[in-house]
């Protein structure tokens, strides 16, 4: 019914993609990465070739033409809708003939573009998309979304010659829904938002040892309330109806969907409801049954079978398992490092950082390294995403298949949309997503725990990318949690560490006089000659140490500008900048100290602080000489009580993150604001938990839940500023 179909949208559009266009004599340079000057439209992910015309089509509506060939018709007549409605144009489709101030939009198959790549053009005249299938046009769609913009009188659209395709071809989101039921209608709208930035894989998380969410209809007690845990949601799960629902709403937005039964680890759940462990013969056996049940629910390439952390006692259980999964015409994944794999199985790699393990090469591979968002914040988040190299490869190829964004839900939750609140999720995953889909030359450590230094080509890169995800933020997630603000040139002097002898909150020279040097003992200590950027500052990395109760260190992983200074040990650092406002000014402060306040953590994690305290380990801020007072905190100050027996997983988090409590407000005065911040590592007052050093200080516009820049500062980190 859709053949030769022409229809009308009333829109601000004026638009046109050539079918046919003559790269070779485009007269123009082709970029193949952003340039370092913010220009609109900004573009997430940029794509991998882009001619910036002049002038561009301005029009009212829109008219669309589908070639007689194109696939998944119906698909892709409600993605232009969703388009259209974003933009404001009328979602009614109509049949007229071309109407004055309509632009033609034109989409046609071309064999010869292969996968999700496609060639998009917008001249005064008309937009073309040719694409080699669904996933093309799907994308290409994606990229007009963010080219439109509302004019007066109608729309605009710039003239631009693009041919774009993914570095990888597997771009994902796990979501921990074992440890923390989301509904269907949560998933559902994450998804709509994120496949706006092509990703195109969910990777769900089904079992775990808090419940088993996946309804197996030969076994209804493994969802039996029963036998999950009372702190997480028990007998919330998918019905089989719900999660074909779901498989095939993702499908409309190219998304695959993955499963993953955990096996035989994480699995207290299977245990307590089928009376026998996986890793017996009866258990088995109840497993295969249930990759029947689950194999006939998601269509897709991929089945994960989890396999880490348990202690093997059945050598043949992965193998045995492996295989069967793979009779059901799938491919499956597992966990790396974690039980044994053979050459055949997909590895999602995870364990750098936290374990030491290095990817295998050797092996397909998906990978997680670096994106883990639950142990991540909004502002440092960013740059740890934006400086990775999914696959530790420019390119994807046959083994370096992807990369995705885990969100782990370790600690307990209040609500759902907590998701979007107490995790840099939208940030981080609008990043990740430009680094999966363009790639990367290199992988550079050396920027995951701090900014590149100002004029290097690596801090033009990310201050480029920073003004378009700032731009997205205010087109596109007003109405959400998005917690972040540009920062790149935001700049601090650094000095310490002092020793503070295992009394934390010692007040040091820097609290009561500026100057070059301060004696500490028979040290003298001055303020580095090089100055830190960013809004958000590592003394020290979590990575660094992670594993210090197992006395192990990785002092180098992520290097920062203070490692070889505090090395492993404990002290007090001062940051210190001038904030020059061009006026006299109430603003809101961003304001946070060590922590690392995700929904990973227990023993990792520092203890929430006790009244009238920034952070438990004696940290605090200044603006002006005064100091700036902390909230009235809604939690207590508790130690950590060991897994399943605790407050730090079970009791869910309120206020204890910078990016998810409202921030404080503070006066600036016209010229020259003086902020100092005490940042201090040390564990006293019997707790050992924490292992972050860093903290986040940012002048920043909020109205309850957007934040924005303060227009017109200016930051000068020398400690003579005038």
Known sequence: MFLSRVFSIPVRFFIALLVCFPWELLAGEVVTAPVPEFSSPALIPYPSKVVW???????????????RDVPRRDDLVREMKDVFRMSGIPAAVSKDVFEEGSLTWELSLDAGIEGEAYVLSVTPEKTTVRAGGFGGFFNALQTLRQLVSKEKEGFFMPSVQISDEPAFALRGMMLDVGRYYMSPAFIKELMRRVSRYKINTLHLHLTDDPAWRLEVKKYPALTDRAFHWKSRLPGKFYTQEQLKDLTDYC????????PEIDMPGHSQPFAKAMKIGMQTEKGVSIL???????????????????????????KDFIPRMAEYIRGKGKEVIVWSPGGPHDKDSVLMCWGESEAGARMDKGMKRIDSNGFYIDWADSQSGVYQVFFQQPCEV?????????????????????????????????????TFAERVWRGSATKRKDYMAQLPPRGTAGWAEFREFEQRLASH?????????????KQADIA????????????????????????PSYRDGDRTLEWKKTPVYGGAVHIRHLFAMFNMHRNQYRLDHWPTLMSGDVGKGSGTCYALTFIRSPKDQEVWLMVGLNGMWGHSGGYRSARAPEQGSWDFSGGDVWLNGKRVNPPRWPFKSLPWTDWGKGRIEEAPLTWEGYFFRPPVKVKLRKGLNRVLIRSVFGHWKGDNGQRSWFFCCIPVLWDGVHYREVPGLEYDPRPDAR
């Not at 020793?499 to 100057?515: V, Y």
């Open 53 to 67: 015309g002049k002038g561009g089509a301005r029009f009212k509506s829109v008219h669309v033409h589908l070639g």
């Open 251 to 258: 499908a409309r937005l190219n998304i695959q969907v993955i």
């Open 288 to 314: 295969k049954d249930v990759v029947d049940e689950t194999v006939a629910l998601f269509p897709g390439r991929f089945f994960h079978m989890g396999s880490d952390e348990v202690h093997i006692t059945m």
């Open 394 to 430: 420019p390119q994807g190829d046959e083994k370096a298949l992807g990369a995705i964004m885990p969100v782990w839900c370790d600690g307990n939750l209040s609500s759902e949309k907590r998701v979007l609140e107490q995790y840099p999720l939208y940030p981080c995953v609008l």
């Open 473 to 485: 933020r205010d087109r596109f997630f007003r109405d959400v949690p998005f917690a972040y603000v």
């Open 492 to 515: 601090w002097s650094l000095i310490g560490p002092f020793d503070h002898r295992g009394k934390n909150d010692t007040s040091f020279e820097p609290e009561r006089k500026i100057a």
